[in-house]
């Protein structure tokens, strides 16, 4: 992801503080660009797509949208992800049983 800027939603800020998850962490897996594992080009106000990174040695899944013409990339939202819902890859979805 080419991000000249990143700015964090307010649900992404309150979502941070809830999980414990440091935005210098959110800020690795969208700066290194590890993984896009899901695109959604659809999404409004811009395209978004959720990235998956390792900062720590841990999962963390960004939900970002990204704005070409701005080269501005907006956190919608972060999380570890749960092996409840998961895949142990951590990029694919477990099936609805």
């Not at 720590?56 to 999380?79: N, R």
């Not at 142990?88 to 477990?94: I, L, Q, V, W």
Request: proline fraction near 6%; include cysteine.
């Amino acid at each position: 992801m080419e991000c000249e800027k990143v700015a964090f939603s307010g649900h992404a800020v309150r979502r941070m503080f809830e999980r414990a998850i440091a935005e210098t962490d959110v800020s690795e897996v969208i700066s290194s660009g590890e993984e896009v594992i899901g695109e959604y080009p659809s999404d409004t106000p811009y395209p978004s797509y959720l990235l998956l990174g390792f900062p720590g040695g841990k999962p963390l899944h960004d939900l970002i949208g990204m704005d070409d013409e701005a080269g501005s990339c907006y956190v919608v939202t972060t999380y570890n992800p749960s092996l409840a819902f998961w895949n142990d890859d951590y990029r694919t979805r477990r099936e609805s049983s």
